[in-house]
C-alpha cells in the first residue's frame, strides 16, 4: 500500500498493524477466538450448493446433534478456549465456519452489516484515503461520509462501474471498498480487473458481496482483503433477522478484527446466529428460485407502460450484462426501474400491490418494493421515482398479476 507516509505494506497488513497488535489488544481473556469443533468434512471438495447445506455442523458422533446448538452461555468454565461468551460461542463458530467456507479466509460475525462495516472502517488511521462507489447502500455512504467530515477519512466517490476511474481514483488510497452489484442502482464493477489493480498497488480490498453472496461471486479468491455481508438479507433470506460478517484470508487482519468485536462488543445474539445458520441451509435453492422470477419480471417490466427504465444486470440489454455474465454465476433478484409519472406515481405503485409487500430490505423469500427516495439519506444520483423490487420465490404470475395491477393503479 503507499500511503502518506510512503509505507508500502499491503493495505490488509498495515491495516492489522495499525495500532496495538491483537495480543495486546486482548484485555481479558485467555484466548483470542474459539476455533470452533465443526464436522471435518473436507468442504473444498465440495459445491458450494452442498456446502451450505453441510458446512458448519457439528461433528458426527453417536446422540451427537445434527445442527449446532444455541448457545447461550455468558461464560465458561476455565481454562478453556472460550473464556468469556463476548470472546466467542459456538453457535458463532458454527455459522462462521459455514461462511468461511464459502467465501474463503476466516470469518467473523458482527451483531448486523452495519456494525461489521464500522469494524472495518475502524481499522483506518486516521487520514486514510478510501475509494468507494458514490452510489452504494446508503447507510455505508452515511458512515463514510461522516468519517470524511470528522477528518478522520478522505473519500474519493467514484462510478464502481467505471472501470478507468477507479484505477485513477485508487492510487495512493488505503482502501478500495466495493459494492457490487450497487444498492439499488444495481451497476456492475469489473472485479477481476479492479481487485488484480488494486492488489499490484499495495491497495487494500473490500467488498460488501451481500447482493451477489458468495455463490454468485468470491472476492477472497479473486484477491479481496475482506468480503462483507449483510446476513440480514439473501444469507439468512427470511426478513426476521438482523447480522453481519466479515471475512478475511489474513490472519492479522482477522486477529484485530476479532479485537474490535471483542471490544466494542458488537456481538452477535446466540438465537440470531443460529437462525442464520437455519436461513443458510437453502440459499442455493432459494436464489436459483428467485433469480428465476427476477428475470422473468424484468423482461415483462422493459414492456410495461408505466415504466421508464428496469435496471437489471440479468437483462440481455442492460448495460452491466456482458460484464456480469464474464464472472459471475447469476445475476441476483433485486431489480430497480423507473415508474412513469415520477415519485407520486411509483409512491401510489407501492401502496397498490397487495401481495408484494411495500417495505424496506431484501433478500427474503417474500418479494418487497420501495422508493428508494422515501428515505433522506439515499443518494441524489439515483432517480426520484426509482423502486427497487427484491423479488422472493412466490409463484411468478403471482407476482406479475399483482405488479402489473399495482403500476397500473400508479398511473390512474
Ligand atoms: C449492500 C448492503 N450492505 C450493508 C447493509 C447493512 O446491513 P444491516 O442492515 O444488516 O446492518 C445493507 C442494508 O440494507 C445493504 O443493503
Redesign the pocket.
Known amino acids: 500500500m503507499s500511503n502518506s507516509t510512503g509505507n508500502s505494506q499491503s493495505a490488509g497488513s498495515s491495516i492489522a498493524a495499525g495500532s496495538e497488535s491483537a495480543a495486546e489488544g486482548n484485555h481479558e481473556g485467555a484466548t483470542t477466538t474459539y476455533a470452533g469443533k465443526s464436522a471435518a468434512v473436507d468442504q473444498l471438495n465440495l459445491a458450494p450448493a452442498t456446502r451450505v447445506v453441510s458446512a458448519g455442523r457439528p461433528i458426527k458422533g453417536e446422540d451427537a446433534g445434527v445442527n449446532a446448538g444455541i448457545d447461550l452461555n455468558s461464560t465458561f468454565h476455565a481454562p478453556g478456549e472460550i473464556g468469556y461468551g463476548r470472546y466467542g460461542n459456538s453457535t458463532w463458530s458454527a455459522l462462521e465456519s459455514a461462511i468461511q467456507s464459502l467465501e474463503g479466509g476466516k470469518t467473523l460475525v458482527f451483531s448486523?452489516?452495519?456494525?461489521a462495516?464500522s469494524a472495518v472502517l475502524s481499522l483506518l488511521p486516521k487520514g486514510a484515503v478510501i475509494v468507494a462507489s458514490k452510489n452504494?447502500?446508503a447507510?455505508?455512504m452515511s458512515v463514510m461520509q461522516r468519517a470524511q467530515a470528522a477528518g478522520t477519512l478522505e473519500l474519493r466517490l467514484v462510478d464502481i462501474s467505471n472501470t478507468e476511474e477507479v484505477l485513477q481514483e485508487i492510487k495512493g488510497a488505503m482502501l478500495l471498498w466495493i459494492?457490487s452489484p450497487t444498492?439499488p442502482a444495481l451497476e456492475v464493477a469489473d472485479l477481476p480487473t479492479i481487485i488484480a489493480a488494486a492488489k499490484s498497488l499495495n491497495v487494500g480490498v473490500a467488498v460488501?458481496n451481500?447482493?451477489a453472496t458468495p455463490l454468485l461471486q468470491q472476492p477472497i479468491a479473486m484477491g479481496a482483503d475482506m468480503v462483507?455481508h449483510?446476513?440480514?438479507?439473501y444469507i439468512s433470506g427470511h426478513s426476521d433477522v438482523?447480522?453481519?460478517s466479515i471475512s478475511t484470508p489474513d490472519e492479522a487482519l482477522y486477529a484485530r478484527l476479532s479485537d474490535v468485536r471483542k471490544l466494542g462488543g458488537a456481538i452477535p445474539g446466540p438465537f440470531e446466529t443460529w437462525i442464520t445458520l437455519r436461513g443458510l441451509r437453502t440459499l442455493s435453492v432459494r436464489m436459483e428460485r428467485a433469480q428465476a422470477n427476477a428475470l422473468e419480471l424484468a423482461l415483462r417490466l422493459s414492456t410495461h407502460p408505466a415504466v421508464e427504465k428496469v435496471r437489471y444486470p440479468g437483462l440481455p440489454t442492460d448495460a452491466h450484462h456482458d460484464r456480469a455474465k464474464s464472472f459471475m454465476k447469476g445475476f441476483g433478484a433485486v431489480i430497480s426501474f423507473d415508474v412513469k409519472g415520477g415519485p407520486e406515481a411509483a409512491d401510489k405503485a407501492c401502496a397498490s400491490s397487495e401481495l408484494v409487500t411495500f417495505a424496506t430490505?431484501?433478500g427474503g423469500v417474500e418479494s418487497l418494493w420501495e422508493r428508494r427516495h422515501r428515505w433522506s439519506a439515499e443518494s441524489p444520483l439515483i432517480p426520484a421515482q426509482l423502486v427497487r423490487l427484491s423479488v422472493g420465490i412466490e409463484d411468478v404470475e403471482d407476482l406479475w398479476r399483482d405488479i402489473d395491477q399495482a403500476l397500473r393503479a400508479s398511473q390512474a
Open positions: 448486523s452489516g452495519m456494525a462495516i452504494g447502500y447507510g455505508t459494492e444498492n460488501d451481500t447482493f462483507i449483510s446476513l440480514t438479507k438482523i447480522l453481519g430490505s431484501l
